[in-house]
């Protein structure tokens, strides 16, 4: 019975191990990992897989260790197993469950993109309260971007410049939060220059009726440090239901928030779009020289 009650959880933890792995290699085969995690980190999920999926293998291909507790050797003696057999039970149960719920429930339910109502739990970002960090090699970071790799100082000036120097300026995807930065930074210097962004409607209770944050979720490495990144926008806002998709144009202002002065669209043209392939932007950072 011991043998078998062995058996049946070496064989459960492959199982558990190469769901898993699926699991993980499904996300990167139809691209929803952008859903999980930044794509600085789809390396190391590759290599996650690649383990994962070994750590399976070993378990359903390889026998079980038969040499359970109070097995005799042919010593006359008992000798202790050197891994205790598995719990019986409820044990087992919530010990298994722990790994299996959120993989099926990986496999059953749709990927969902953040929205208002987990902005309304995270504070808005503003370049007033961003703060330096440091990376795992010791260089001094501020928040922002969404590239692979962080961009240097001299680059993160060069973009400064060009948009000193345009009259009409988008904010892309891939510069989404450094531009941002910048006009957050010194609002006053942008005042009356033309601005086109696109994000989702959040309707922030702190703001007026005609005000809404046209809003990208940013992230650092996964979802769970996600915070909202976005531009106050006024006009005909009222209407606009909460995390449609819309592309703003409008006239850089400023307003007073806490104190200081942030930008703020006016005289805006807003359009409804589709949600993005990638929904959300990422914070890479600038490397401080």
């Known amino acids: 019975m011991n043998e078998q009650r ?5 064989y459960l933890r492959g199982i558990a191990l190469g769901g898993m792995a699926l699991f993980l290699f499904r996300l990167a085969l139809y691209g929803d990992l952008k859903y999980y995690l930044s794509p600085k980190l789809e390396g190391y999920t590759t290599a996650a897989i690649i383990v994962l999926a070994l750590l399976s293998l070993i378990h359903l291909i390889l026998p079980p260790d038969q040499h359970h507790h109070g097995k005799e050797c042919g010593c006359g003696h008992e000798h202790e197993h050197a891994h205790p057999l598995p719990k019986k039970g409820l044990h087992s149960f919530i010990f298994f469950c722990l790994f299996f719920f959120p993989i099926l429930t990986g496999f059953i339910f749709p990927n969902h993109t953040l929205g208002s109502d987990v902005a309304a739990n995270r504070a808005l970002k503003q370049a ?3 703060r330096s960090k440091t990376s795992h090699s010791g ?5 922002a971007g969404a590239l692979r790799n962080p961009i240097s100082q001299k680059q993160f000036n060069a973009l400064k410049k060009k948009l000193l120097s345009q009259k009409m300026i988008t904010v892309d995807d891939a510069h ?3 531009i941002l930065n910048i006009l957050e930074q010194n609002p006053n210097a942008f005042k009356g220059r033309q601005l086109t962004l696109t994000g989702f409607v959040y309707h922030d209770k702190q703001l007026p009726a005609h005000e809404i944050v046209t809003a ?3 992230i650092s490495c996964c979802i769970a440090d996600a915070s909202v990144y976005g531009l106050r926008t006024k006009g005909a806002v009222a209407n606009l239901k909460k995390d449609e998709w819309i592309r703003v144009r409008g006239t850089i202002d400023t307003v007073n928030q806490a104190g200081s002065r942030i930008p703020v669209l006016t005289k805006t043209q807003i359009t409804q779009v589709k949600e993005p392939d990638h929904p959300y932007v990422y914070d890479n950072g600038v490397l401080l020289d």
């Open 139 to 143: 260089t001094a970071v501020k928040p």
């Open 176 to 178: 989404y939060t450094y």
């Open 6 to 10: 062995l058996a049946f959880h070496h």
């Open 216 to 218: 990208r979720f940013d």
């Open 128 to 130: 007033s309260s961003v």
